[in-house]
Antibody, heavy 122, light 112 residues
Framework: EVQLVESGGDLVQPGGSLRLSCEAS????????MSWVRQTPGKGLEWISA???????FYVDSVKGRVTVSRDNSKNTLYLQINSLRADDTAVYYC????????????????WGQGTLVTVSS | DIVMTQSPLSLPVTPGEPASISCTSS???????????LDWYLQKPGQSPQVLIY???SRASGVPDRFSGSGSGTDFTLKISRVEAEDVGVYYC?????????FGGGTKVEIK
């Protein structure tokens, strides 16, 4: 069964750091591009970062410079390092697989993990 | 960035009746390859989003055939031919044409 399981969410103070993990089972991460999507009550779903099959990375402007996406092929695990956390980073963070048709490297998202909650508050 | 706009915000439905959700993009999602890079997701209560429709009209594996996607360019529609109780949740459209991928604000479907 194809599955993604996130972990690492926590309550952190503003300015702090956190590393989120996304362990894949049932498929090999390096065969797919992968994404991170976050969900907040106020802003809905926001695609924030991705890593291509070849290791190229993408970051949305709202997190650029504070976030790093990476993967450990030996552990079949995707990571998201978030630094300088702010209150508006409070969200449920999902990892998701990128499906590609003919163009680009992320045309739709499948599967999705169950999400991990990050709360930024003093 | 491409802006995605959904309507309505909320949709009360009667089981057995049809339902329809609209999604508009700020630029055309029709690629020169002939495909529209528009997807639909359903987030059931307490769950993560799951893909229903990709490339405008292709149903994802396991999705019932009462769900259908249509449209081209900037205007798209998700239709449920006969709503069932298990269809409640928030529906999102998303454009997969260019990065950053962007989502609509969501349509909450609930039973009357």
């Amino acid at each position: 069964e194809v599955q993604l399981v996130e972990s690492g969410g926590d309550l952190v103070q503003p300015g702090g750091s956190l590393r989120l993990s996304c362990e894949a089972s049932g498929f090999t991460l390096t065969n797919y591009a992968m994404s991170w999507v976050r969900q907040t009550p106020g802003k809905g779903l926001e695609w924030i970062s991705a890593i291509s099959k070849s290791g190229g990375t993408f970051y949305v402007d709202s997190v650029k410079g504070r976030v790093t996406v990476s993967r450990d092929n030996s552990k079949n695990t995707l990571y998201l390092q978030i630094n300088s956390l702010r209150a508006d980073d409070t969200a449920v963070y999902y990892c998701a697989g990128c499906m590609v048709f003919k163009n680009g490297w992320c045309n739709w998202l499948d599967p999705w993990g169950q999400g991990t909650l990050v709360t930024v508050s003093s | 960035d491409i802006v995605m706009t959904q309507s309505p915000l909320s949709l009360p439905v009667t089981p057995g009746e049809p339902a329809s959700i609209s999604c508009t993009s700020s630029r055309s999602l029709l690629h020169s390859d002939g495909y529209n890079y528009l997807d639909w997701y359903l987030q059931k209560p307490g769950q993560s989003p799951q893909v229903l429709i990709y490339l405008g009209s292709s149903r994802a594996s396991g999705v019932p055939d009462r769900f259908s996607g249509s449209g081209s360019g900037t205007d798209f529609t998700l239709k449920i031919s006969r709503v069932e109780a298990e269809d409640v949740g928030v529906y999102y459209c998303m454009q997969g044409l260019q990065t950053p991928l962007t989502f609509g604000g969501g349509t909450k479907v609930e039973i009357k």
